[in-house]
């Protein structure tokens, strides 16, 4: 997509249409890709999906088009974004009185440290970070930021929403009863390979019964022999009850303290998100 977009840029640079015609173009090219969707659970809750390319890497400057390039550089204020960026994406549940849990992919980058190296809580990060040039020439300008791209968003809430802190627990056993499928779909929110040392992902997995609906947004880390993490935020809705469920796990192990089964399966993340080591763990209900 950048190849295209640069291309594009430099076509309009050279034509002699007029700004109008241009904005036309871009705007095209900027919306083709674009998919929404959107579907009601039980007249209760409403969804909508947004899916578009990956973010431009030029920037541009038409009338009535914001610039996401810019948005993104100037507003996050990381020094390097990960690698592939669905700057659009976004997924959002409302309730009839406009509440809202909404995952994008915007907040969730905002929540990235953008001031220290990642804390891996190992001794030897800082030592594999200064044996790898690429990552030693990641800042130009020295500043520190965290490179293995890791948030720790759970989505973002409306006003006047109300979380409480919960001991009930997702109910598994009926999630494992075969009900027909309403809607389901999956979809990346961004993405790193980490110089080919690894991956770096934010993901967002979601399934509509008739009776109970799950959304899995899952940030998943490995960096090769030196860590792997999975932080899992799960919203989960019960048509019995009037709140929604969203459960928030931590997990992460040094590789070289890892079992052989973990390391079988080391680019596993279903397996490895209940195999990791749990560090933290929060139960909440939330009141749209």
Known sequence: MGDDFGRLISKM???KF???DNSKTMSYFLTSKKKNKSFKFNDTYF???????????????????ACNLCKYTNELELTHLPEIVFANNQLKIESKNGKYINFNTFDAIKMIDNSKYPDFKVSMSEAWVSTRQQYKNLNTSGKPFDWSYTTFYKGTLSDDVSVIETTEEIDIEKLKQRDPILEYDSFI???DELHDNGLSKLEIKYRIMEERFLVLQRFFLRVDRVIVRV??????????????????????QNVRDMSEECLENIKNEDYLSVNLPLIERKMEQILL
Not at 47 to 65: A, K, M, N, P, V
Not at 235 to 252: A, M, Q, S, V
């Open 189 to 191: 929110l961004y993405e």
């Open 13 to 15: 640079q050279k034509s």
């Open 231 to 252: 932080i899992d935020t799960r919203i989960y809705h019960d048509i019995k009850n009037p709140y929604i469920l969203r459960e928030w796990t931590y997990r992460e």
């Open 18 to 20: 007029t700004s109008t």
């Open 47 to 65: 969804f909508s999906q947004t899916t578009d390319r990956i973010l431009e890497s030029s920037c541009y400057h038409i009338t009535g088009q």
